[in-house]
């Protein structure tokens, strides 16, 4: 039975594109893996304390390759993914060639990806990381804690929200199951999304929260020495998305704007400096918590809506 997305394409393509990263000596990799290894502990100790989520699920961190990103990165999605639908024709394969040309660029660009489908666990790019450090001149201590932190504000969110995972997936599945059989799955796919404005609408919505909350809570840690020089930066760099926003956005064909940080980092901000984090993490308990569109926009709005 033929998946919308032939996995091992994707995966194939995915590791003959992208470039290995920097040449290091076996040593220095070593020491680099050991201390990302120590920031993705501390990283958690510091989301916990700026957001005021604690964690009781175990988790593991993995620190990998581009390689080794690619694969577990490609599982991560491939879970996402409603199983048994029978796609004709060559759609997978194309499909399969697409999201590996995408994953080879992502990369080169993802620092880090908490991953709730497989695991859970949380993944840290080595080759990506040492990469944007050197060309940055980052302190290596603080520019890993400071990467680890977000990603374990994912970790945070998916506890305290178990139900987020089920709504992607239950948004997934609505959009594709009725492609099955289909001769032109890329044409209906296209029809399907325009008939799905309030699931793509509402999906956009949580991404664009998840991802700014967890950039204000990485902003917000006060143990970094350098994060001023981190923020300026970085964000000369230009704008940075999650890999997960990035493939959905693609798959769904979302506006990237929509998915940026800076969008949902506005919404959270202004909720934080209003309510303070003990009163921002109420959003976490029910789906109808999460801002519509407008709301995201409007923060002051969301207040009115839900205080």
Do not use: C
């Amino acid at each position: 039975m033929k998946q919308f997305v032939d996995w091992d394409i994707a995966l194939s393509t995915a590791k003959t594109l992208t470039p290995a990263g920097p040449a290091i000596s076996g040593d220095k990799a070593a020491r680099i893996v050991e201390e990302l290894r120590i920031a993705g502990g501390q990283g958690l100790v510091e989301a916990e304390k700026v957001s005021k989520l604690t964690s009781t699920a175990p988790s593991t961190t993995l620190v990998v390759d581009r390689g080794g990103w690619a694969k577990a990165v490609s599982q991560n999605f491939q879970a996402m993914l409603p199983t048994g639908i029978e796609v004709p024709g060559a759609v997978p394969v194309i499909a399969g060639a697409e999201l590996g040309a995408v994953l080879a660029v992502l990369g080169t660009r993802v620092l880090g990806q908490f991953d709730p489908f497989v695991g859970p666990r949380l993944l840290l790019n080595a080759p990506t990381i040492t990469q944007i450090r050197n060309e940055l001149n980052l302190n290596a201590r603080d520019f890993y804690l400071w990467i680890a932190t977000h990603e374990q504000t994912h970790r945070l969110q998916f506890e305290h929200a178990a139900w987020i995972p089920g709504v992607m997936q239950q948004i997934l599945g609505t959009l594709f199951e009725p492609l099955a059989d289909s001769k032109n799955s890329k044409l209906e796919l296209g029809t399907r999304l325009k008939a799905m404005k309030s699931e793509v609408s509402e999906l956009t919505s949580i991404m664009s929260v998840l991802e700014g909350h967890a950039m204000v809570v990485m902003n917000d840690v006060r143990s970094i020495g350098s994060i001023k020089t981190i923020r300026r930066r970085f964000e000369a760099r230009g704008e940075n998305r999650s890999l997960l926003a990035t493939l959905l956005g693609k798959l769904l064909g979302m506006e990237a704007k929509a998915l940026q940080y800076k969008r949902g980092a506005k919404f959270v901000r202004h909720v934080v400096d209003e309510i303070g984090y003990e009163g921002f993490n109420e959003i976490f308990t029910a789906r109808e918590l999460f801002p519509s569109s407008e709301e995201l926009d409007h923060p002051e709005r969301w207040l009115a809506r839900t205080r």
